[in-house]
């Protein structure tokens, strides 16, 4: 594996759910092997997670080129076996095949110099059933003693055969390496002080098999069994001892940045001071939302006189209660440290600093009140002399959110005033964070001018935002750009583009290894589809309703609940629309958003008039019109045209809201009639027909051949190939290979 995929898949994490399992797949097939891999998974049995199985299963039935993967187990309840061998996926290997019979086990041990009676060959197989370990265990017992070791129990093999015979030096040795599932000898050398730790590991290796090394990653792996053996004795040490070597362990994870298992490590070790320091050092980067409740727990286990010494692991702790939404939690801490401030204990110099690192974490407590937070943010600039020491300033700006505007437009009628009041605060947050979301002012400029039909000046605001967000290197704002943009584009009618830019938004993500941001991606994607009325495209996770899978933060679960609404309408679920319209809302309240409450009254009109509640249909059209037309924000009526057209109608009966209905409609033809043309050419039956070689050449492109590999395969030239892709790119109107497999079935 080259080191830039080895990193991506690094930065990627596991992936658990579908979005980042697709992700991780993109990765590996990018690598393109070229030879024979086998991929072996060792002791699968000792895997009890459900996410690791769903991975594993998923790249199975994903039969990537020359990629064969072995599991090994002692059982296997947990894994679809049945399934995955009716379907050609999987040969099983039974438990008799790697049996050795009694012939076989004195085969086996003549070869290992040791000459087998019979009957004692015989006992050998009652004792272990033929296992190959167990028998290995008991060969060194019998090269030491002469004798059959009367046991089958493994873990007194493993103390008779391999453990016993060590020396308290190599048995001390031992043990202060079976925190880790592989090590390397510089980690060898950090978690054993008497030396020579190159020649202990040569003397171990010389005498059994249960420890090898890896000569290309140069790292040794202690057998399972082993370790767990060895992590058993450990248990029975004083609780100091343990304590020590837990220690060790954190500080080398520490030295390495792999600060969460630094924390895992001080945790065991009691080591509150040294924990808290890899948080403050963390700056939540590693703080998912999988991870909340061990994170939590390390916090709030932490005594409070450490929890004093340390103020910046409190604000890192805090900064991550935001993103939990652990409201409650959040003011504890910040309260704690106003106490720790206000206790005199801190000189002048580190109280300022301190007192100024609490402003900024205290405007998050008034999240989307953008003066509210400003006022934070000027007094905390009137504190600090450099940048904050607590924040990942390289991570999301928008909790995962493609739309500024959706986070700060919190109140109806104040559009205008909101974003001259982003720009008057921003410059404040910028000097704090060094840069952090810049653009973002620009950004929900330009979706305001989008959202009341200017779409010139939403061009301009655009390309400002853009410019200034990629010069401060900042790939959340560049992701919202390309999010505007793509849906301006589908606005007019340029599908080519929209996929062009979707690809941009997952290029952007995977480039700059924000893979914070991988749902972000679907969200930009299940946005458009619902728009286009793609039910069936929708990322299932996002028509689901399946929030939690994935790696988005609270306060961008009002925008996910703009994508599942439509879906729920897509595909005619109104009762559980109008069933879940309560729990919307009061989602969008928490930080309160306009549009999301927008979107949500209007999925319930048409829910409502589709179910033949007029009445109610008309009460909540009205009152989405009540928040958006003072601010004149008529895309989310647009984009739902044609499904509240006939309620539309009923309120011009009423003679009301008619400036803005017209407004809304004169909208909606040329957005309706670029849809349509859209899903007249790229999505129905009647779509560009592609010849069966026009096809084939086209999945071979969209695969990654290039135009040789493709010439070799079918035995053509390269410029016969370049003739068909034009062809085909002409007749699907896209633009590169990459979006070549969203308009072509599957290959049957």
Not at 12 to 35: C, H, K, W, Y
Not at 50 to 70: A, K, M, Q, R
Not at 578 to 594: D, K, M, T, W, Y
Request: aromatic residues 10%; contains cysteine.
């Amino acid at each position: 594996m080259d080191a830039e995929h080895a990193e991506s898949l690094e930065q990627l994490g596991f992936p658990n759910d579908s979005v980042t399992m697709q992700e991780a797949l993109r990765l590996i097939g990018e690598m393109a092997l070229s030879e024979e891999a086998v991929l072996v998974l060792d002791d699968y049995h000792l895997v009890s997670a459900t996410d690791v199985s769903g991975f594993v299963y998923f790249l199975i039935v994903s039969e990537i080129e020359h990629l064969h993967i072995i599991l090994t187990a002692r059982f296997v309840e947990r894994f679809r076996i049945e399934e995955l061998s009716l379907k050609g996926y999987l040969y099983h290997i039974e438990k008799d095949f790697f049996e050795l019979a009694p012939g076989e086990i004195a085969e086996y041990y003549k070869l290992c110099g040791v000459n087998l009676r019979p009957e004692e060959a015989d006992r050998l197989y009652r004792l272990t059933e033929g296992w190959i370990s167990a028998l290995y265990l008991l060969l060194l017992s019998f090269r030491e003693t002469g004798s059959l070791a009367d046991t089958n129990n493994i873990q007194k093999l493993v103390e008779s055969a391999i453990y016993e015979p060590f020396s308290p030096e190599i048995k001390e040795f031992l043990l202060s390496l079976c925190l880790f599932d592989n090590f390397t000898l510089e980690q060898a050398g950090h978690m054993w002080s008497g030396g020579d730790a190159d020649a202990l590991l040569a003397e171990v290796r010389r005498k059994n098999a249960f420890i090898t090394f890896d000569a290309e990653t140069k790292t040794y792996q202690m057998h399972n069994i082993f370790t767990g053996f060895l992590r058993e004795r450990l248990s029975d040490r004083p609780a100091d001892y343990r304590r020590g070597l837990y220690e060790k362990a954190g500080q080398w994870c520490l030295q390495a940045g792999d600060y969460l298992t630094a924390m895992h490590h001080f945790h065991a070790a009691e080591d509150y001071d040294s924990l808290l320091y890899a948080a403050e050092l963390d700056k939540t980067s590693s703080f998912g939302a999988e991870k909340k409740a061990l994170i939590i727990r390390y916090f709030e286990e932490c005594p409070s006189e450490y929890r004093k010494r340390h103020p910046m692991a409190l604000l890192v702790y805090a900064m991550a209660l935001v993103t939990f939404n652990e409201t409650v939690l959040f003011q504890n801490v910040c309260l704690e440290l106003t106490h720790l401030i206000q206790s005199g204990g801190l000189d002048d110099e580190r109280g300022n600093e301190l007192a100024g690192e609490l402003e900024l974490l205290t405007s998050f407590g008034q999240y989307n009140d953008i003066m509210g937070m400003s006022e934070h943010h000027k007094r905390a600039c009137a504190l600090l002399k450099k940048p904050s020491g607590f924040m990942d300033t390289t991570g999301s700006w928008t909790f995962g959110s493609p739309s500024v505007l959706y986070m700060f437009y919190r109140e109806s009628g104040m559009l205008e005033q909101e974003i001259r009041d982003m720009k008057e605060a921003m410059p404040y947050y910028y000097r704090l964070t060094d840069g952090h979301g810049t653009g973002a002012e620009h950004l929900m400029e330009a979706e305001r001018h989008f959202n009341r039909g200017d779409a010139e000046s939403a061009k301009i605001a655009m390309h400002r935002a853009l410019y200034l967000a990629e010069e401060a290197k900042q790939p959340n704002m560049l992701l919202c750009g390309f999010f505007l943009q793509a849906r301006m584009a589908l606005s007019q009618g340029d599908y080519a583009l929209v996929q062009e830019l979707l690809r941009q938004i997952h290029e952007t993500v995977e480039s700059n290894r924000q893979y914070v941001l991988i749902h972000t991606v679907d969200l930009c994607r299940g946005f458009i589809d619902s728009c286009l009325g793609q039910k069936d495209k929708i990322p299932e996770w996002l028509a689901e309703g399946d929030f939690n899978s994935s790696r988005l933060f609270f306060p961008a679960r009002a925008f996910y609940n703009i994508i599942y609404g439509r879906a729920l309408l897509l595909r005619g679920d109104y009762a559980k629309l109008l069933g879940l319209s309560g729990q919307f809302f009061g989602i969008a309240s928490v930080f309160p958003s306009v549009l999301a409450n927008v979107y949500t009254h209007i999925y319930v009109g048409v829910a409502n008039q589709r179910l033949h509640r007029m009445a109610e249909a008309l009460g909540a059209i009205r009152q989405a019109l009540v928040l958006a037309a003072p601010d004149e924000v008529w895309m989310p009526f647009v984009e739902n045209g044609e499904e509240i057209s006939p309620i539309l109608d009923a309120l011009l009966s009423e003679g009301v809201y008619r400036e803005d209905i017209a407004r809304i409609r004169t909208l909606h033809v040329p957005y309706q009639k670029a849809l349509e043309d859209i899903q007249d050419t790229h999505f129905n039956e009647n779509k560009p027909n592609l010849t069966e070689r026009e096809v084939e050449i086209a999945h071979l492109a969209a695969e990654g051949c290039s135009n040789r590999e493709i010439g070799a395969r079918l035995f053509i030239s390269e410029n016969t190939v370049k003739k068909y892709l034009k062809s085909v790119f002409e007749k699907l109107g896209v633009s590169s290979r990459s979006l070549l497999g969203q308009h072509l079935d599957p290959p049957g």
